[in-house]
Nanobody, 114 residues
Framework: ERLVESGGGLVQAGGSLRLSCAAS????????MGWYRQAPGKQRELVAG???????NYADSVKGRFTISRDNAKNTVYLQMNSLKPEDTAVYYC?????????WGQGTQVTVSS
């Protein structure tokens, strides 16, 4: 199973970015896809998750600003990030959980300048 992320970059505070993550390989019908992030010197934290059934959850720090969505036919998950803040700066990792296994993307850098 492979996860390929795209869409990171540099943006000014208040701007928007959209991350995409395409999963390939043996993808089960039931799974959870989501996004984590890790800032320098900090632990990796959950940003948002989305089950194959459509249930979503968000970190409190991004509620109302970020939206996670997915296209099950394409095994792709998206993260629309609006009203970005400098504290959103981090490496963002795509995550897939299915059965008892976890898979991670290589990470994409998001930098928000003030």
């Amino acid at each position: 199973e492979r996860l390929v992320e795209s869409g990171g970059g540099l943006v000014q505070a208040g701007g928007s970015l959209r991350l995409s993550c395409a999963a390939s390989g043996s993808i089960f019908r039931l799974n959870v896809m989501g996004w984590y992030r890790q800032a320098p010197g900090k632990q990796r934290e959950l940003v948002a998750g989305n089950t194959s059934g459509g249930t979503t959850n968000y970190a409190d720090s991004v509620k109302g600003r970020f939206t996670i969505s997915r296209d099950n036919a394409k095994n792709t998950v998206y993260l629309q990030m609006n009203s970005l803040k400098p504290e959103d700066t981090a490496v963002y990792y795509c995550h897939l959980a299915q059965w008892v296994n976890d898979y991670w993307g290589q990470g994409t850098q998001v930098t928000v300048s003030s």
